[in-house]
């Protein structure tokens, strides 16, 4: 059981906007900034957003994070199929003194 | 061109040990936290813990606590992982993670550890 939770799967068509949702507490999510990671089998995760809502190079601005209390969001909008891949937040939980993962969304484009 | 190469890990029966280590290149090690994070085939991730810059500060994830130890030897630009007590769950696909929280994470490839009999 991850101390973030997202949904297991989230879907979309091709051009349409997706959000995939991290739900934590205020040790964690309520007090830090969420980092966002994707994931294709196989290979290591990727990072595609720090700091809340920073996108470093390479990354389009499709992507966006954001937070509210204790919850984030990354939305993903004009879908794409390259999208299809596991999502993962992250963040610092000051309570437990760990970094904390979610336990990952599987994205599909319909 | 930043690069993180993991080695040691392979097939260790329960109670063994082993030590995984990083190699480090194209950036200086020793400005950055450095964390191992491992994902057991087909699920999510797991942190497992981290190492301040010049080694002061380390940090794990309750299950490894007592069996597992960070350290790092910023000569030689290498992170490790000694691996003791090694128990079925901690079968897993282990990266050495540069930053991996911040603008700049970097992960390495990853090195399968599985611990059958």
């Known amino acids: 059981q991850s101390v973030l939770t997202q949904p297991p799967s989230a879907s979309g068509a091709p051009g349409q906007r997706v959000t995939i949702s991290c739900s934590g507490s205020?040790?964690?999510?309520?007090?830090?900034?969420v980092t966002w990671y994707h994931q294709l089998p196989g290979t290591a995760p990727k990072l595609l957003i720090y700091?809340?809502?920073q996108r470093p190079s390479g990354v389009p601005d499709r992507f966006s994070g954001s937070k509210s209390g204790t919850s984030a969001s990354l939305a993903i909008s004009g879908l794409q199929s390259e999208d299809e891949s596991d999502y993962y937040c992250?963040?610092?939980?000051?309570?437990?003194?760990?970094?904390?993962f979610g336990g990952g969304t599987k994205l599909t484009v319909l | 061109e930043v690069q993180l190469v993991e080695s040691g890990g392979g097939l260790v029966q329960p109670g063994g040990s082993l030590r995984l280590s990083c190699a480090a290149s194209?950036?200086?090690?020793?400005?950055?936290?450095m964390d191992w994070v491992r994902q057991v085939p087909g699920k999510g991730l797991e942190w497992v813990a981290n190492?301040?810059?010049?080694?002061?500060?380390?940090n794990y994830v309750d299950s490894v606590k007592g069996r597992f130890t960070i350290s790092r030897d910023n000569a030689k630009q290498s992170l490790y992982l000694q691996m003791n007590g090694l128990r079925a769950e901690d079968t897993a696909v282990y990266y050495c993670?540069?930053?991996?929280?911040?603008?700049?994470?970097?992960w390495g490839q990853g090195i399968l550890v599985t611990v059958s009999s």
């Open positions: 993670v540069r930053d991996v929280l911040g603008a700049s994470s970097h």
């Open positions: 992250a963040t610092w939980d000051g309570s437990l003194n760990v970094v904390v």
């Open positions: 700091g809340g809502g």
């Open positions: 205020n040790s964690n999510i309520g007090a830090n900034a």
């Open positions: 194209g950036f200086t090690f020793g400005t950055y936290w």
């Open positions: 190492i301040k810059k010049d080694g002061s500060n380390r």
